[in-house]
């Protein structure tokens, strides 16, 4: 096991400069390992190895290139079970889940592995005579991912596999809360047929390397998702040297009850999206527009649907609702419950911390109602278990209601009314909408990616992935004239 808390920096797994303890938030005594920390010398490392590496990859037959990002995926999905047991055990989130979404990374690269083949451009007849134009798409260069906690492996999978398939380099910083994920996935690609410093694995906080990185001249993109806040800071960095960015960041997503919805899908669908993943999503349904006529009832059960989740260690059968995934996180959510009982909104159920047979962070799903969306608990992402209902007249008032926010990642709507379903579809301001269904919950072959603060930069996921990680090249070819 120790081998695997290292750093994998030009082919090689190394010890960092220092090291941080990785424990299990569902049982603090638990202790997962010491992860090693890198400093700048060993980042410039990675960035040299990289550059090289990269030329050697892009010159890869296609199929051989194809055949790492298959191998990467099968045994990802092949070891779904154990990783995702260690993905649970690092991030708290309930076992069925993090073996799915170890699963769902393995599909990314599987995905990804068909892309490699898709290699096509364009050709054109020039306007001067004799002269062809081909146009088609090359490598970026290095790119830096850094990658958030909250989905460890998935998140990282949705960005490396389209890297690797499009020719390019790898310097991948993960979120520090959560290096085991990162180490194992590493461990799996370190294993490839691929160049020696063509993925490297640096960890370490994301104020030093990860401000390093972002910073660095040595990478030409940087896909980042995680925080609004950090977000502005990696466009900054990046903005002076032209390097090219991706970034997903929060949300306040809404999902707006309609007086003709389905009761208890709807009931369903917003005790899925608020509370899967302890809420730590940034899909997640953190805001209820729920009509007059239906609130009342929804409400009703909403609350008795939230009371009836088991709330216990994610590696517990029965377990719906793990711990929060930090004791800063925690305090963080607490403090939101405080700031909404002085907003003057209805705690109806949760709001407090929970004890277990084992110590860890957990906290009761939150349902407050009177609650206005000019209100701060409705304006800003909690990214805790607690949802917000705010009651409206109409589907007009819901539809602008919806809209009424900084972010745009995803909405939804519950009704039976097709007419309003394609309306909503058609003007919800978010970059996914949802028809009677959660706000959470997305494919892996189709873009995925949000407006306003949600997101900046071209969209991530299937096909849409190659405008971020190619660079396209116009060439003109000039046949002479026959002889
Ligand atoms: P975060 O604090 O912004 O951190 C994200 C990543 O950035 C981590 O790896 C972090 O490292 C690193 N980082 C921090 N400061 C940095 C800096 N100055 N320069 C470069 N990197 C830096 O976000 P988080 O708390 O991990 O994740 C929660 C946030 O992610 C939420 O806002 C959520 O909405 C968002 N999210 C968005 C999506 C999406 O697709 N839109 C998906 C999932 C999550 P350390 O953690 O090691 O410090
Ligand atoms: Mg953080």
Redesign the pocket.
């Known amino acids: 096991m120790a081998e695997h808390t290292k750093n994998y920096i030009a082919g090689e797994w190394l010890e960092g400069v220092s090291d941080v303890e990785n424990r299990n938030p569902s049982d603090l005594s638990d202790v997962i390992g010491h992860f090693a920390q890198a400093d700048e010398a060993q980042l410039n490392r990675a960035l040299d190895a990289a550059r090289e590496a990269q030329i050697e990859w892009a010159s890869y037959g296609l199929e051989r290139r194809q055949n790492v990002l298959m191998a990467i995926g099968n045994e990802m999905m092949a070891r779904a079970e154990e990783l995702g047991r260690l993905l649970s055990r690092e991030e708290g989130k309930p076992l069925a889940e993090g073996k799915g979404e170890v699963f769902r990374a393995g599909q990314f690269f599987t995905y990804y592995a068909a892309e490699v083949l898709r290699q096509i451009g364009d050709t054109a007849d020039s306007v001067r005579p004799n002269i062809e134009i081909d146009v088609r798409r090359e490598p970026v260069g290095t790119v830096a991912i ?6 460890p492996t998935a ?1 990282a999978s949705w960005k490396i596999a389209p890297a690797l398939a499009f020719g390019n380099a790898v310097i991948w ?5 959560t290096p085991a994920s990162a180490v194992a996935l590493t461990e799996i690609i370190s294993r490839q047929d691929i160049p020696k410093g063509l993925f490297n694995l640096v ?5 030093s ?7 660095s001249t040595g990478i030409n993109a940087v896909s ?8 502005r ?2 466009a900054a ?1 990046a903005a002076t040297n032209f390097t090219k960015i991706q970034l ?4 306040k997503n809404a999902l707006a009850v309609m007086d003709d919805a389905d009761l208890d899908l709807a009931v369903a669908c917003a005790l899925n999206g608020a509370f899967g993943g302890t809420g ?4 997640a349904s953190s805001r209820l527009i729920v009509h007059d006529a239906i609130h009342d009832a929804f409400v009703e059960k909403l609350v008795a649907g939230a009371e009836a989740m088991v709330v216990d260690n994610a590696l517990k059968e029965g377990t719906q609702l793990g711990p929060v995934v930090s004791g800063e ?1 925690l305090q963080g959510n607490l403090d939101y419950v405080a700031l909404a009982k002085e907003e003057g909104c209805d705690l109806l159920t949760g709001g407090g911390r929970l004890e277990r047979a084992t110590e860890g962070f957990y906290m009761a799903p939150t349902v407050f109602a009177g609650t206005s969306n000019a209100m701060r608990v409705n304006r800003e ?1 909690m ?1 805790a278990p607690i949802a917000c209902v705010i009651k409206v007249g109409s589907y007009d008032e819901a539809l602008a209601t919806v809209n009424d926010t900084s972010f745009g ?1 995803t909405s939804g709507i519950m009704t039976r009314s097709l007419a309003r379903a394609n309306h909503f579809r058609r003007n919800a301001k978010t970059g996914c909408v949802m028809v009677n269904l959660p706000t959470a919950g997305t494919d892996y072959h189709v873009p ?3 407006r306003g603060e ?2 900046y930069g071209p969209r ?1 996921q299937g096909t849409y992935a190659q405008e971020f990680y190619t660079t396209v090249k116009t060439a003109y070819i000039a046949s002479g004239t026959p002889e």
Do not use: D, H, R, Y
Not at 280 to 283: E, G, R, S, W
């Open positions: 850094v990658s958030p906690w909250n989905f998140t910083k993960p979120a520090n809360i960890m370490g906080s994301g104020s390397i990860g401000q390093k990185l972002v910073e980042f998702t995680g925080s609004v806040p950090v977000g800071q990696v960095a997903e960041m929060g949300s730590q999503k940034c899909t996180q992402e990214f990642l995925f990616g949000g949600s997101s991530e």
